[in-house]
């Protein structure tokens, strides 16, 4: 007579033990609770947040709050002062890798507007009240065009670019300018919506007048491909 065998483990379709799903659950859980801690401890603005105004915003125990810190403490997201949490320097690691992906993902799209206008197009991102210029491509075939630095600031309720960051949803899809920055320039720029945390605009500078009702289709049109490449 044969020995019995072992019946192998019912998988799921993708081939994983459906023992696994509730461990994937868990962990997925967890990370989504560290997230939130992290913002509880960003969002406080003035005093720093205790262990305990932790927990009941997160909604967990003050125990389960200790566990999450110490993930976020070693890479230095938070550091503690006695019952106080306060944000670590490694976030501004983390911040200063923001601008250089944002330019990446945003030039290839901007460049295909400059070519096609002939005028120096910008992505442009707020900075609480001050807006700066991130990425900026000149194009190739003109004989002269607005030089325009990467880094540029100026205040947001200013120039085209600034003002367009918070455009509310269902009213101007574009905002045209002349002279708000520059004596002679003109300017029309459309925001990037759909980016979580992100207030930005695609802007096209010019020395000569621009003729909004053309450009401004254009330049939505490229702020929504910059938004696409960012999701």
């Known amino acids: 007579m044969a020995p019995p065998t072992t019946p192998e483990p019912i998988r799921t379709?993708?081939?994983?033990?459906?023992?696994?799903?509730?461990?994937?659950k868990e962990s997925s859980l967890t990370l989504e609770r560290g997230l939130s801690l992290l913002q509880a401890v960003a969002e406080s603005e003035s005093e720093a947040p205790t262990i305990s105004d932790l927990a009941a915003t997160v909604g967990v125990s003050r125990a389960a709050v200790y566990r999450l810190?110490?993930?976020l403490q070693s890479r230095g997201l938070v550091r503690r002062e006695g019952s106080k949490v306060r944000l670590g320097l490694g976030v501004l690691w983390l911040a200063g890798?923001?601008?250089p992906q944002l330019r990446v993902a945003s030039l290839p799209a901007l460049r295909a507007l400059a070519e096609?206008?002939?005028s120096t197009v910008h992505l442009t991102v707020a900075d609480g009240s001050e807006a700066q210029a991130v990425a900026v491509v000149?194009?190739?075939?003109?004989?002269?065009h607005v030089s325009y630095r990467v880094g540029s600031r100026h205040p947001v309720h200013r120039g085209a670019a600034g003002r367009a960051v918070d455009l509310p949803p269902g009213g101007p899809r574009w905002i045209a300018s002349s002279g708000d920055l520059q004596p002679g320039a003109f300017a029309v720029a459309a925001p990037v919506r759909?980016?979580?945390?992100l207030r930005a605009s695609v802007g096209v500078v010019a020395l000569q007048p621009l003729v909004p009702e053309?450009?401004?289709?254009?330049?939505?049109?490229?702020?929504e491909s910059v938004a696409e490449a960012l999701r």
Do not use: F, K, N
């Open 138 to 144: 000149e194009p190739s075939w003109t004989s002269y």
């Open 116 to 118: 096609r206008v002939g």
């Open 214 to 223: 053309e450009i401004g289709p254009l330049v939505l049109e490229t702020a």
């Open 69 to 71: 810190l110490g993930p």
């Open 194 to 197: 759909g980016v979580p945390g």
């Open 97 to 99: 890798r923001v601008l």
């Open 13 to 24: 379709p993708l081939g994983a033990p459906r023992d696994s799903q509730p461990v994937a």
